[in-house]
């Protein structure tokens, strides 16, 4: 058994294929997709800018702690235990929105998934909160039945994301080969031709995309060996997302012209101007239901990954002791998990209060965004610390982490320029950052209400 009574259930694949469906979501393809084949280069950026600093770094910091909490270890060790409690929070509090986003986004795919004829309830309000919520509990309910089951979700995400990433894929090469490209891909494309400050912000959306590695050593007491199988994983998946996020862009790029991809729903309508085009039926009803499948993976990877965040903190009697709490039958921080889903559901609705679909998203990827860096930077800067206690020389590392930690300031600020249809900007800012502010001032009363004093 690990801390506080979870036992050990996960191995290698468990962890790769968590990874897959924490980590990749298709619709950064189709966010990507939207500025064209310029994306290609930022997704490149991003990798060198972030993914292999984030990479070296969880492995590392892994190694040399891979006890449950994670993140919220290393940053204790580092700098305390107020900044532990901060960086644990705001790791938490970034899901109780990003869940939200991707519920959002799932049911849209969802309408695809119900036939030609329902493809606007994408649209329709009532239809998006109704799916969002019974998917949001499905995956809930089946963390709380316990890691042994709830992994198969996540096992099964990452089944779903990655089907659907091969058929585009390759659908997308076939209409490339048999009709040409719906973009062009001159080199001219590459560059934009004029510098529009907006579009940079996308490098955050990208840099977001590329984040999740750490998310799997919050979990590291469930592990079995957790320090080799997670420094194994990251190297399994991390080639997996990078190929499905550079050669999905390329594939959905293919199919349609930027112009007229949907941030939502994207894939689904990649896949069917691809069977429009080749005359095929029926594949875009199978890429849709996997994308769900896939969503809900996602959404059962965060939920059961960042539960142990308050769970531990509840242990060390930093949030109140019931998030410490274990079930006596199915082994699982079910306080922590059902505090996760009913504040959830209350985003989802307020969330969707007063906006369209595409605004609500907007503003939860922003404020997810923006709440979800910010650990970072104090991941990165643990980083450093640990680096700096080390014997010989790790000049290397430190160049990367720094790098790391920039890129992830860089994202915060991008993060904060709306794109697409936001509606009256100054709504638009005034929920991302009462989102940001109110989050990040609750953990901090919460720090100071434990008795400890900042570091």
Same mark, same amino acid.
């Given at each position: 058994m690990s801390v506080g009574g979870l036992p050990r259930a996960m191995g290698l694949r468990d962890v790769v294929l968590f990874n897959i469906a924490a980590i990749v979501g298709l619709r950064w393809i189709t966010t990507a997709g939207k500025i064209g084949p310029f994306a290609l280069v930022l997704w490149l950026v991003a990798l060198v800018a972030f993914f292999i600093p984030s990479a070296?770094?969880?492995?590392?910091?892994?190694e040399s702690d891979p006890g449950e909490g994670g993140l919220y270890r290393w940053v204790t060790s580092a700098?305390?235990? !107020?900044? +532990? =409690?901060l960086a644990g929070w705001g790791y938490w509090v970034n899901n109780l929105v990003y869940y939200p986003s991707l519920l959002v986004t799932t049911a849209a795919i969802a309408a695809y998934a119900?036939?030609?004829?329902n493809v606007g309830l994408a649209d329709n309000q009532l239809f998006v909160a109704v799916f969002s919520l019974v998917v949001l509990w499905l995956a809930l309910g089946l963390n709380i039945?316990?890691?042994?089951?709830?992994?198969?979700?996540?096992?099964?995400?990452?089944?779903?994301?990655?089907?659907?990433?091969?058929i585009l894929v390759v659908l997308g090469a076939w209409v490339l080969l048999k009709?040409?490209?719906?973009?062009?891909f001159e080199p001219s494309q590459w560059?934009?031709?004029?510098?529009?400050?907006?579009?940079?912000?996308?490098?955050?959306?990208? !840099?977001? +995309? =590329?984040?999740?590695l750490e998310l799997i050593p919050v979990l590291g007491g469930e592990i079995r060996d957790a320090a080799r199988t997670i420094r194994r994983g990251i190297l399994i998946s991390g080639a997996l997302i990078v190929f499905v996020y550079l050669i999905g862009t390329a594939a959905i790029l293919a199919a349609l012209p930027p112009e007229t991809?949907?941030?939502?729903?994207?894939?689904?309508?990649?896949?069917a101007a691809i069977e429009l085009r080749l005359g095929l039926t029926g594949i875009t009803y199978i890429v849709a239901v996997m994308l769900v499948i896939g969503n809900l993976g996602g959404v059962g990877a965060w939920l059961a990954g960042t539960a142990r965040i308050p769970f531990v903190a509840g242990l060390d009697r930093k949030l109140p002791p019931a998030?410490?709490?274990?079930?006596?039958?199915?082994?699982s921080p079910y306080v922590a998990l059902l505090v996760q889903g009913g504040v959830a559901t209350l985003f989802v609705l307020s969330g969707l209060l007063g906006s369209t679909v595409e605004t609500a998203y907007l503003v939860l990827l922003d404020m997810t965004i923006i709440l979800y860096f910010i650990p970072y930077l104090y991941v990165f800067a643990a980083y450093l610390v640990l680096l700096g206690s080390r014997s010989g020389s790790q000049a290397p590392r430190k160049a990367m982490a720094l790098m790391g930690f920039l890129s992830v300031l860089l994202s915060i600020f991008l993060a904060a320029v709306p794109t697409g249809s936001t509606g009256e900007l100054w709504v638009f800012e005034l929920k991302l950052w009462g989102g940001v502010f109110g989050f990040m001032g609750v953990g901090f009363w919460f720090a100071r209400r434990s008795g400890d004093r900042l570091a």
């Open positions: 070296l770094a969880v492995a590392d910091l892994s700098f305390g235990e !107020t900044h +532990g =409690f119900l036939g030609p004829e039945l316990g890691l042994d089951v709830g992994k198969w979700v996540q096992n099964l995400g990452a089944i779903g994301t990655w089907i659907p990433a091969v009709f040409g490209s719906a973009t062009p560059v934009p031709p004029d510098f529009d400050y907006s579009l940079l912000a996308f490098f955050a959306t990208m !840099t977001f +995309g =590329f984040a999740g991809v949907d941030i939502t729903n994207g894939v689904p309508q990649a896949t998030f410490g709490r274990v079930h006596p039958k199915w082994k």
